[in-house]
């Protein structure tokens, strides 16, 4: 792929959750392409399978490794193959996330008359399910926080070592409609401040990017209509964006660069760094 910049990442081991996705598919390929031995987790043998067939095909080193970023018992295994084939791990991306359709509203505003609601279609904060919520958080947070406990064993007072979480735009400001996404991320945020106080003392970096608005398959049906032009909701999105445009996965390549390098960010810790197109800048006036 083409780099913005290319940091020295051979011999270094970097374990990827959720490597498989339209925006960590591209992580994978910049880790790879600095000579990175990249371990895959993932629960989809097939997708795995895909991914490390296409990073071998373009030079690079990857095993894929099915796991479960929930299931401790999981984590513990796909430790041991890591240690087993690649060795101990140097950087661990926990890209592994989402959203769920029982987390979110249909409405931005609750009225007067919704809470007599008998519509099934229409959803306000007191049609929720708590499973939905508590899908949304578990994949989110317990996500990051299980494969980071297990992973960073590795990293104690060893030089270079580092995790990088997948926050959210959200996070800063949360949108209308998904609350259980903006409150999870919004956990992953401190919680990488958090683990950036804790690991401080043993050598270890812990920081985080929060992409703003990239057109992923989980997010599609959201910003595009049928025939591909913008729902409204994505017309919201870019009226707020000061670059007018959505994001392209490749432009998050260079902050991941940049925090996994120790030479450009040895000094650089427990911070959240947004890939936004200005958004989070932009109050609306």
Same mark, same amino acid.
């Given at each position: 792929m083409n780099l913005p910049f290319r940091v020295d990442l051979k011999d270094k081991v970097a374990v990827v959750t959720g490597g498989t996705g339209?925006?960590?598919s591209i992580w994978v390929d910049a880790l790879a392409a600095c000579g990175a031995k990249i371990a895959l987790l993932g629960r989809s043998k097939e997708k795995l399978d895909e991914k490390v067939r296409e990073v071998v095909e373009n030079g690079g080193t990857a095993i894929g490794i099915e796991a479960d970023v929930l299931n401790k018992e999981s984590l513990r295994k796909a430790h041991g193959e890591v240690l087993e084939k690649l060795g101990p791990c140097d950087i661990l991306l926990n890209g592994a996330g989402?959203?769920?359709?029982k987390g979110n509203t249909t409405k931005e505003y609750l009225f007067e008359e919704d809470l007599n609601n008998t519509d099934d279609n229409i959803k306000t904060l007191f049609d929720l399910e708590e499973d939905g919520i508590r899908f949304v958080f578990d994949l989110n947070f317990l996500g990051t926080f299980l494969p980071t406990q297990e992973f960073v064993k590795d990293m104690v007072?060893?030089? /270079?070592?580092?995790v990088i979480n997948i926050s959210s735009m959200n996070a800063y400001t949360p949108l209308t409609k998904i609350p259980a996404y903006s409150g999870a991320k919004a956990a992953?945020?401190?919680?990488t401040e958090w683990?950036?106080?804790h690991l401080s003392k043993v050598g270890i970096?812990?920081?985080g990017i929060a992409p703003g608005f990239f057109l992923t398959s989980q997010n599609e049906a959201l910003l595009l209509n049928e025939d591909g032009s913008y729902t409204d909701?994505?017309?919201?999105i870019i009226a707020g964006t000061p670059m007018d445009r959505f994001g392209e996965p490749e432009e998050l390549v260079g902050v991941l660069l940049f925090l996994v390098s120790e030479e450009a960010s040895s000094f650089v810790n427990g911070v959240v760094i947004p890939v936004?197109? /200005?958004?989070?800048?932009y109050s609306g006036v």
């Open positions: 339209v925006l960590g989402g959203n769920h359709p007072e060893r030089k /270079g070592c580092t992953v945020s401190n919680l683990l950036a106080v970096r812990v920081n909701r994505s017309k919201k936004d197109g /200005g958004f989070s800048a």
